[in-house]
């Protein structure tokens, strides 16, 4: 194991504090190589490489060196790949995944398995989705199989040259049910290019992990409400309550006309088969309305101790709201470092890692040397989160994901068990840049940061 201290020469660097190496990889083969950081700021290469071409060079990577030890819980992280490879056409995106708890239904073994999600975008385009795929690891990661297609995840036809796609999805495990249930949203095409004035169907699938096979997707049972005619649920991150009810965030357009997305979470009764509404919260705005914007979208839901939280995109920058019951929330207030400095996420999503002695956020965000990515949408960083006042913890900023040339702010986490969470994204191929991809290896490979806690995480399945 090979060990890389970070370099003062890096330290000084705006919004990195304290700087290691960063690196990246070539070669369509460097599928086993990982690392991990600890909060010494030390990059640890792990496992070995069979990469046709060997590369490796130090480039900044951050990393905390404040100790959370006085607060009781730390974490490493080691990064590794799914898969890696593409045809030029078709690359994949909106890679999340779900875990199956060991000696839950459908596992006998002691092991999670875990099933993630995926599927092809054509890159002459804009969210021009194939139907999804999952890959499969019944072993920690140590071997997936996969992509494996499923027809009940594909396109459907909607009408003469009409299709609709599921995507955006996320898998999780829905504890009172014993099943992995995925919720996502549709993009609707015409003759293979975007079909203009649509519905947006918030969706759902459930998988049986003996037959490895997903129920054909099917729309959320919403009631005939204007504001339900665009409705999605896309790249959210739900809440399950213990009886079982589903608090699943949505993000929809109050008329027709209004492009000016509102946030509400649905409440939904679960059977094991069968997603239905059973009520919803306040809708939310976006309160800044001297900016032009296309309001909220790709919210997500956690609950930390008393309260639940949302995190919120917008065009600008990525907001935060709180709640006592999950349905009836305050108003937004923008994303900041606890020094009132703006956070710098904007125009993407973020994502919760929730563990039962710490709350921490996941985003990309502006500041990291990035501008060369699209809407700066990597490196994927992840900190702590002081929930009473509702700011990111800078000293507590880490890359837990590197920049490597292009963009990755469509990502998941999956609590895997109690020792282990997982963030995982997908090089994402557009805009097309080859100069780049050459320099950083990239070639389309999904990556997989698991998060290691020092102490078990109490809220995993």
């Not at 890679?95 to 839950?104: N, V």
């Not at 099943?179 to 549709?186: D, E, N, P, Q, S």
């Not at 005619?229 to 929809?252: I, T």
């Not at 946030?263 to 919803?280: I, S």
Request: net charge positive.
């Amino acid at each position: 194991m090979n060990s890389i201290t970070p370099s003062s020469a890096t330290a000084s660097k705006p919004g990195l504090k304290v700087a290691g190496p960063r690196f990246f990889m070539a070669g369509r083969d460097a599928v086993s190589l990982g690392f991990t950081t600890n909060q010494s700021g030390k990059l640890f290469l792990v496992g070995r490489t069979t990469m046709r071409t060997a590369l490796l060079t130090a480039v900044t990577f951050a990393a905390c060196s404040v100790s959370l030890a006085d607060k009781g819980l730390d974490y490493t992280v080691k990064l590794t790949t799914v898969t890696s490879g593409w045809d030029g056409k078709k690359c994949w995106v909106h890679s999340r995944a779900g875990a199956i708890p060991a000696h839950a239904p459908g596992n006998p073994s002691n092991t999670p398995i875990v099933v993630m999600t995926t599927q092809k975008l054509r890159i002459t385009g804009s969210d021009i989705f194939d139907g999804l795929h999952d890959f499969r690891t019944d072993n920690l990661g140590s071997k997936w199989s996969g992509p494996a297609p499923h027809a009940a995840l594909d396109r459907r036809p909607m009408g003469e040259g009409i299709e609709a796609a599921p995507c955006d999805f996320t898998p999780q495990w829905h504890a009172r049910t014993g099943k992995l249930l995925g919720t996502g949203k549709t993009f609707w095409y015409k003759n293979d290019e975007h079909f203009r004035g649509p519905p947006s169907d918030a969706v759902y699938s459930v998988y049986d992990p003996g037959k490895r096979t997903w129920s054909a997707w099917a729309r959320v049972d919403l009631p005939e409400l204007p504001q339900f005619k665009n409705c999605s649920a896309g790249c959210a991150q739900r809440y399950d309550l213990p009886d079982g009810d589903v608090l699943l965030p949505v993000y929809f357009r109050p008329t027709p006309t209004d492009v000016r997305a509102r946030v509400t979470v649905v409440r939904c009764k679960f059977d094991g088969q069968v997603l239905k509404y059973a009520g919803h919260g306040n809708e939310i705005e976006i309160p800044d309305n001297e900016e032009r914007h296309r309001g909220f979208s790709e919210p997500s839901l956690t609950r930390f101790k008393d309260r639940f939280y949302l995190t919120l995109r917008a065009d600008h920058r990525a907001y935060v709201a709180s709640s006592e019951d999950g349905m009836s929330f305050d108003k937004p207030r923008r994303w900041r470092f606890d020094d009132g400095k703006e956070l710098g996420s904007y125009n993407t999503q973020q994502h919760w890692v929730t563990h039962s002695d710490g709350l921490f956020l996941t985003y990309t965000r502006r500041g990291a040397d990035n501008d060369h990515i699209f809407r700066h949408r990597a490196p994927i960083f992840m900190a702590r989160v002081d929930p009473k006042r509702q700011v990111i913890i800078r000293e507590t900023e880490r890359i837990i994901i590197p920049e490597t040339g292009t963009r990755m702010g469509n990502f998941g986490v999956v609590d895997v068990s109690p020792a282990e969470s997982w963030v995982i994204t997908t090089e994402w191929m557009q805009p097309h840049q080859p100069d780049l991809w050459k320099k950083y290896g990239t070639d389309n490979r999904i990556f997989c940061a698991r998060i290691q806690w020092s102490q078990p995480n109490r809220l995993a399945p």
